[in-house]
């Protein structure tokens, strides 16, 4: 049975670059943010998003992502009616992902909010993902283009690194990349073990 690894970390920890390694490694991994991306232009959940935070979001049938950005991270209970509106179809699109995918011993799904969300109850073990607070910071205005405020206003609507560290199976410090890329290495050989023996 397909065994399913929850993969996590704050905004800047360096997850993705950790997903698209295990994916080098010949594992199959589902970008949860990416999807979500993708599942927010669909019609069903742009009426939602319509409906909950105005057309003013929206450039003809273009969402403002930016805007709503801006939104969300500054105001939680509006960070929860988004969530409530796009959580649902990213799980219906990942089930169904997850049928697509059944003959792989194990899978990664990365997500920044896999707590937050309660997902994390979901999966066979957690993999969290930190680096210093500056080291983010730095990576997300170089990524993002956007401000130091910006970015610690979406660092405090996400859970802390301790939290996340308090509820992982493994933890793999970005710091050094390549020192991650091995931690990623060793991990991957645990699991497949335990696959093994289960």
Known sequence: MTKIIGLTGGIG????????????????????????????????????????FGETLFEGAVLKRDK??????????KLQQL??????????????WLLEHKEFPIIIYEAAILFESGNYKDFDSIISVTAPLESRIQRVIERDKTTRDQVL??????WTDEQRISKSDYVIENIDCEIAKKKTEEILKILRIKQKDS
Not at 31 to 46: F, G, H, L, S
Not at 68 to 77: K, P
Not at 83 to 95: G, L, M, T
Not at 153 to 158: C, D, K, L, V, Y
């Open 68 to 77: 709503l950005a801006e939104i969300v991270f500054n105001d939680s209970e």
């Open 13 to 52: 920890s360096g997850k993705t670059t950790i997903a698209n390694h295990f994916r080098s490694l010949g594992i199959s991994v589902y970008i949860a943010d990416d999807e979500a991306r993708k599942i927010m232009q669909t019609p069903e959940v742009i009426d939602a998003i319509k409906e909950t």
């Open 83 to 96: 969530n409530a509106i796009v959580h649902p179809a990213v799980k219906r699109h990942f089930k169904q």
């Open 153 to 158: 206003g979406r660092i405090n609507s996400q």
